[in-house]
Nanobody, 123 residues
Framework: QVQLVESGGGLVQPGGSLRLSCAASGTIISINKMSWYRQGPGKERELVAAIIPGGTTNYADAVKDRFTISTDNAKNTVDLQMNSLKPEDTAVYYC?????????????????WGQGTQVTVSS
């Protein structure tokens, strides 16, 4: 089993910064993608940023040049540095990991989600 624990959300004024962190633990053999998604009020969940081994990243157009995703592969963590925050960035942010883990009798790839952390951008 794999568990994801997120931290770093909160209330920030427009133009401010926050850093979200997500730590994956459990019987992980390998991770081939780590991402951050968000779901704003009345909206569908959307991809914010993703990173794969080797460091290739992709970002939603709405956050390019403001957000940076990074990982520590040795620790199985993924961070999201958010700068120049706007009210429209207000959402619950979810960590996502696609990992190869050890089960009771076999290894398997599966997708895992964190519990979500609230980010509110307001004056």
């Amino acid at each position: 089993q794999v568990q994801l624990v997120e931290s770093g959300g909160g209330l920030v004024q427009p133009g401010g910064s926050l850093r979200l962190s997500c730590a994956a633990s459990g019987t992980i053999i390998s991770i081939n993608k780590m991402s951050w998604y968000r779901q704003g009020p009345g909206k569908e969940r959307e991809l914010v940023a993703a990173i794969i081994p080797g460091g290739t990243t992709n970002y939603a157009d709405a956050v390019k040049d403001r957000f940076t995703i990074s990982t520590d592969n040795a620790k199985n963590t993924v961070d999201l540095q958010m700068n120049s925050l706007k009210p429209e960035d207000t959402a619950v942010y979810y960590c996502y990991v696609n990992a190869l883990a050890v089960g009771a009798t076999s290894k398997y790839w599966a997708q895992y989600w964190g519990q979500g952390t609230q980010v509110t951008v307001s004056s």
